[in-house]
């Protein structure tokens, strides 16, 4: 017997916003801003911000007179991930989508997940990472688990000297977040200890394994990315595009999209094993219970040392 669209029940969706400008944006000498702004959750993002987000880019695409645009957090960090604990947790609300995936409040099991992540995480990152201008992510504080998503699909990272990088998801029994660039960003077996370990890694260390263009003091990461983002700017457009189509094209015949693929594939695998376990899809894991976490591993680590 077939269920029928009219029998599944569409979730409530209780989220409670406290900003209407989660994504600021602006534009001088050829650089956009874009900049987001949940300060007083460390820049989480919810689905409000990541459609903020993905028009604020699109904005900067259609005008002509930006060649380049910087992605920068407001506040302390530059993003602690994905909100999977602020009132502002809008995992049960619909948008206008991006993409041709259907609506996801309203389906069943695995894929009501499925569906939203492959709009809202893999699909909506990708679209960033292929936007036509250079981008830079400005980083300064954290840059957790879906913070790492934001700067990754960025052309060039800058970080300032007190920032760090962290995925700490392994500990949901999910085999990191969903745009599975790791092994990219950083060599195999370096992934492998990001990873298994979630524990933080400095910017030093990941200037070190390439993740990183530059790392300069926190004072000066505002002037130091700008300055790269003028000089890029005095670039041709169609240049830039080009370039930066063709060296991503490398990317991709090194195989990084159907890596991804089945990384997202396995990922939702560990979702529903966990539901299957514990009866929720992070393995019992909220906001609280992973930085109680986080300081428990880290205090273990201190006290190995």
């Known amino acids: ?91 049960d609300k619909s948008f206008p989508r991006a993409h041709l995936w259907w609506d996801h409040t309203n389906k069943p099991g695995g894929e009501q997940l499925y569906a939203r992540e492959q709009e809202v995480y893999l699909g909506m990152c990708r679209r960033w990472r292929e936007l036509p201008k250079p981008t830079i992510a400005m980083v300064q504080g954290a840059c957790v688990a879906g913070g790492l998503m934001l700067a990754w699909v960025c052309d060039l990272i800058v970080a300032s000297d007190d920032a760090f990088f962290q995925d700490p998801v392994v500990r949901m029994g999910i085999p990191g977040v969903e745009y599975f660039a790791h092994p990219y960003e950083l060599n195999p077996r370096i992934a492998k200890e990001f990873l298994f370990c979630g524990e933080r890694m400095s910017a030093e260390r990941a200037y070190q394994m390439g993740m990183l263009n530059r790392v300069v003091p926190r004072a000066e990461l505002e002037n130091a990315t700008y300055a790269m983002a003028a000089n890029i700017a005095r670039q041709p457009r169609m240049g830039l595009a080009l370039t930066k189509q063709a060296i991503n094209h490398v990317e991709d015949l090194q195989g990084k999209r159907s890596a991804m693929d089945a990384a997202f594939a396995w990922h939702h695998f560990a979702h529903a094993h966990n539901e299957l376990l514990s009866g929720d899809k992070l393995g019992g894991f909220d906001a609280k219970g992973m930085a109680q976490a986080n300081k428990q591993a880290a205090a273990a680590a201190g006290e190995g040392a």
């Open 1 to 91: 017997m077939h269920s029928s669209d009219s029998e599944f029940v569409v979730r409530e969706d209780k989220s409670a916003y406290e900003t209407d400008t989660p994504v600021l944006y602006s534009v001088a000498e050829g650089i956009a801003s874009v900049t987001l702004n949940r300060p007083a959750f460390n820049n989480a993002q919810n689905s409000q911000m990541t459609y903020a987000l993905d028009a604020a880019l699109r904005r900067a695409v259609d005008d002509d007179t930006v060649k380049v645009i910087v992605l920068r957090g407001a506040g302390r960090h530059f993003s602690a991930g994905h909100d999977i604990g602020t009132p502002g947790r809008d995992i």
